[in-house]
């Protein structure tokens, strides 16, 4: 299994409670592939620079999740006719860092060159 990022524009019009609805669907249907969420973040509702679909405006979310390689190129094909996608993107996770880890992390301390005389 591989770690994969997916980000998901939802129509403004089509969904309801900014998409949390169809977040839990889309983590069930993660955990039914056989498939792992790590990380699932609402990003918020923004304006588009240039329509898509005739809407000004859509949900953001964003995923993390680990998946093997077939059901990941399955994704975009699965949602393709779904009404409530205006756009989808399915990539490999390569951050250095660990996305389990990252709340884990704490805040690094600066010094300032004043404080270190």
Same mark, same amino acid.
């Given at each position: 299994?591989?770690?994969?990022?997916?980000? !998901?524009? #939802?129509? @403004?019009?089509?969904?309801?409670?900014?998409?949390?609805?169809?977040?839990?669907?889309?983590?069930?249907? !993660?955990?039914?592939?056989?498939?792992?969420?790590? =990380?699932?973040?609402?990003? @918020?509702?923004?304006?588009?620079?240039?329509?898509?679909?005739?809407?000004?405006? @859509?949900?953001?979310? &964003?995923?993390?999740?680990?998946?093997?390689? =077939?059901?990941? =190129? +399955?994704?975009?094909?699965?949602?393709? #006719?779904? +009404?409530?996608? #205006?756009?989808? #993107?399915?990539?490999?996770?390569?951050?250095?860092? &660990?996305?389990?880890? +990252?709340?884990?992390?704490?805040?690094?301390?600066?010094?300032?060159?004043?404080? @270190?005389?």
């Amino acid at each position: 299994m591989k770690t994969y990022e997916t980000v !998901i524009i #939802l129509d @403004g019009r089509k969904v309801q409670d900014e998409g949390k609805a169809f977040a839990e669907e889309f983590t069930s249907m !993660i955990s039914g592939a056989g498939g792992e969420m790590i =990380k699932s973040t609402p990003l @918020g509702r923004k304006q588009f620079a240039r329509e898509i679909k005739k809407r000004k405006m @859509g949900f953001y979310w &964003d995923f993390i999740i680990d998946l093997d390689e =077939k059901s990941a =190129k +399955e994704l975009p094909e699965k949602y393709k #006719l779904d +009404e409530r996608v #205006l756009r989808m #993107l399915v990539f490999i996770y390569d951050r250095p860092e &660990d996305p389990k880890a +990252e709340e884990k992390q704490e805040t690094p301390v600066t010094v300032t060159a004043e404080e @270190g005389k």
